[in-house]
């Protein structure tokens, strides 16, 4: 029997919507449109930080969406791809946007990488869009219509384009300079929230992992970025960089006052 692209999404009794959009601080009704979705999608990207703050501190991450429910909204803290877009994912469950979930292929690394990045095609006004919060610094900023082979495609100073393979697979590009360079690669076969443990299991615990290997916080605002990695912070406002070296002890004050972390 063909399953259901709706079915097997991650669950969170505990997810209150009204709870969700104060947290985010979003103001005004959800519309159920591109507009609606785009608003509800930058309101969750320049408050929910990227972030790897925990698989650094060695622990375990939690799949769970009780558990994902209490560290974003609860908490005040944020997360990699499966916490952010899970959570993005209760919130299009509450008002019922119909999306299913895909693996995507990192391709920013050197070297051949597994399918461990969780997106999301979601079905707004009758049109199928790539929805991803939680690509770090290269994450798109507003739902991407899936049509759109080959156009470039602006998105704040970022510019973004979605192409087809010879193996039938859609890759998203981001324009870096005057050249295109790779961000992942996917199919539209539906995954299942389980599907993403063992890729979870890898990114927090593998040494091989960037996430265990390296510290990144990213946080997306109207007119830029700004993204910690390691011991810098780069700022990134209207398309122009700056960065600054940081001390060790000055991390949790970096947090505090640049991306927005409570009671670390």
Known sequence: MKQ???????????FNLQQYLKRIKFSGEVELNFA????????????????????????????????????????NRGGYCYQINGIFSLALQEIGIPHYYIAARPMVNPGENAKTHFGI??????????????????????????????????????????VKTED?????????????????????????????KPANYY??????????????????????????FKNSVKSIINGKTKIASFDDEDLKTILETEFNFKDL
């Open 4 to 14: 259901s692209k709706n079915q097997y999404k991650i669950e969170a009794p505990s």
């Open 36 to 75: 609606g979705i785009k608003k509800l999608m930058q309101s969750q990207l320049f408050t929910v930080p990227f972030e790897n703050i925990d698989v650094q501190a060695g622990k375990i991450i939690s799949l769970a969406g009780d558990d994902i429910v209490d560290q974003i909204i609860n908490k």
């Open 203 to 228: 990114n927090y615990s593998h040494p091989d992992s960037f996430f265990v290997q390296n510290l990144i916080v990213v946080l997306p605002n109207q007119l830029g970025k700004k993204i910690l």
């Open 121 to 162: 095609i979601a079905t707004i006004e009758n049109e199928d869009y790539l929805i991803d919060l939680g690509f770090g610094g290269n994450s798109i900023r507003e739902p991407l219509k899936m049509s759109e082979i080959g156009k470039e495609i602006k998105h704040d100073s970022d510019t973004f384009t979605l």
């Open 168 to 196: 039938d697979e859609y890759l998203l590009q981001i324009l870096v300079g005057k050249e295109w360079s790779n961000l992942y690669s996917f199919n539209l076969t539906p995954q299942r929230w389980i599907d993403f």
